[in-house]
C-alpha cells in the first residue's frame, strides 16, 4: 500500500501581522496534486490543522475542502487534532466527515476501539491504523483512567502515561498479513525541532522515547515537529514536517509531504516530496546602505538592522525592504561592547529618568523619543 503522510497545516497562521491565506490555499492545492499523482491508499494529517483553536470560517472552509478534495483522489483519509487544534471542536465535524467518508479524531474519546481505524486498500492490502491525538498530561491521565488500565498515579510521567495508551491501542498488532500504523501528535526524545512549534509542548516533560512504539508496527506517522525527519526507534517513525515554513525559526527546512510504500511482509520505503508554493522564509541583516545593496529575494523578510535605534528607522527599513515582516536592531549589535548597556537603578527616580536610562542602554541617541515620551506620559498622568 501507499501512504501520504502530511502533518502541521497550521491553516489560519498570521505571520507578525501578515496573513499566509492565499499560501496556505496554494500549499494545500500542492498536496492534493501531489495525492493526484502518486494515488495514495490512505491520507494520514497527523494534527494541527489549524493554527488557532479558535479558527475563523475561511480557514474551516479551507481544511474542510481540502480534507475533502484529497478524499476523492480514492484514497481513505484520517485526520487527528494536535495541540493547536480544538479537539471537541473537530469531533463536532464528524457527522459531516463521517459523510464524506473521511476519518476524523479531534480527542481521545471514552471507547478506545475509536481510535482504531482498519480499511483494505484496492488491492487487496488490509490494514490497521492507530490514531491518537494529542493528549495534554491531564487528559493522559483521564485517558488511562477511561480505558482501566492500571491505576494512574500521580507520581507517573507523561511519557508512561502515552506509553500505556499506545500499548493499549496497538495490541491488536499481531496478524502476520496486515499493516499494522500509527500516528500521533506528540514530541519523541532526540527529535529535532523545526523552530516554530508551540515551546510548552515541545519541552522535556512533555517528551517520549520512540520505545512507546511497538516493533510490530510498519510506519509510525507523527505530526507536532515541523521539521521533516526520521527518528531511530524499534519500528519506521517519522515527522513528516509542515508543508510550509511556519515561522522565521523554520526558515531552513524544505517544506515536504512523505510517501510511504510498505506491505504487510516488506519495510516501508520512505520518500520526501517537495511542496514549494508557499513564499520562504529569510532573514538578512546590515546598515541601511547594504541592505539598499542587497537583491531582496522573494521571500518574507526578518531584518537585523546594524544601525542605532532612532525614530523612523523602521518606516526607512520597509521602504527598502517591502516585504519585511520583522524588523529588529540586530542583537549581536546590542551586545557589542561599548554599546552602554546599564542597569537602571529604579529607587527614587522617575519614569522620565528611567526611560531616558533605557534608551541610553540601547544607544538610542533620538532626542524626538524623548521629547515624545515626555508628552505621553504628561496626558497619562494627568
Excluded at 498536496?31 to 494515488?39: L, P, Y
Excluded at 516554530?196 to 510490530?216: I, K, S
Amino acid at each position: 500500500m501507499k501512504i501520504l503522510h502530511t502533518s502541521d497545516w497550521h491553516v489560519g497562521k498570521v505571520l507578525k501581522g501578515q496573513s499566509r491565506a492565499e499560501e496556505h490555499k496554494a500549499v494545500l492545492a500542492g498536496v492534493i496534486d501531489i495525492a493526484r499523482a502518486e494515488q495514495p491508499d490512505l491520507v494520514i494529517v497527523a494534527g494541527d490543522l489549524y493554527d488557532t483553536a479558535a479558527p475563523t470560517s475561511e480557514a474551516t472552509r479551507l481544511v474542510t475542502r481540502a480534507l475533502t478534495a484529497l478524499r476523492r483522489t480514492g484514497a481513505d483519509v484520517v485526520a487527528i487534532g494536535g495541540n493547536h487544534d480544538n479537539g471537541p471542536a473537530l469531533d463536532a465535524l464528524r457527522p459531516w466527515a463521517d459523510a464524506a467518508g473521511i476519518t476524523l479524531r479531534g480527542g481521545v474519546r471514552e471507547n478506545p476501539d475509536e481510535h482504531v481505524i482498519d480499511g483494505t486498500t484496492a488491492g487487496g492490502e488490509r490494514w490497521q491504523l492507530a490514531a491518537l491525538p494529542f493528549l495534554s498530561q491531564r487528559y493522559a491521565v483521564r485517558a488511562l483512567e477511561m480505558y482501566e488500565l492500571t491505576a494512574a498515579e500521580t507520581n507517573q510521567t507523561y511519557a508512561d502515561h502515552l506509553g500505556r495508551v499506545l500499548e493499549r491501542l496497538t495490541e491488536g498488532f499481531r496478524e502476520p498479513d496486515r499493516v499494522h500504523l500509527v500516528t500521533a501528535h506528540l514530541t519523541v526524545t532526540g527529535a529535532t525541532t523545526g523552530g516554530g512549534e508551540r515551546d510548552a509542548h515541545t519541552v522535556l516533560g512533555y517528551a517520549v522515547p520512540a520505545t512507546v512504539f511497538p516493533a510490530t508496527a510498519h510506519y509510525v506517522a507523527l505530526g507536532h515537529l515541523h521539521r521533516a525527519q526520521r527518528v531511530v526507534g524499534p519500528c519506521p517513525v517519522r515527522y513528516s514536517g509542515s508543508p510550509l515554513a511556519v515561522d522565521f525559526g523554520e526558515q531552513e527546512n524544505v517544506p515536504s509531504v512523505t510517501l510511504v510504500e510498505v506491505t504487510a511482509s516488506t519495510a516501508a520505503r520512505v520518500r520526501e516530496v517537495p511542496v514549494t508554493a508557499a513564499s520562504a522564509l529569510r532573514t538578512v541583516r546590515g546598515t541601511l546602505a547594504q541592505l539598499a545593496e542587497i537583491e531582496a529575494p522573494d521571500a518574507w523578510l526578518r531584518v537585523y538592522v546594524r544601525e542605532q535605534p532612532r525614530a523612523g528607522l523602521r518606516e526607512e527599513v520597509q521602504e527598502l525592504l517591502p516585504r519585511a515582516l520583522e524588523i529588529r536592531i540586530d542583537p549581536e549589535l546590542l551586545a557589542a561592547p561599548g554599546s552602554g548597556a546599564r542597569i537602571a537603578q529604579r529607587s527614587g527616580r522617575s519614569p522620565r529618568e528611567l526611560f531616558a536610562d533605557y534608551l541610553d542602554s540601547r544607544g538610542h541617541a533620538d532626542e524626538g523619543v524623548r521629547e515624545l515620551f515626555d508628552e505621553l506620559f504628561e496626558e497619562v498622568d494627568h
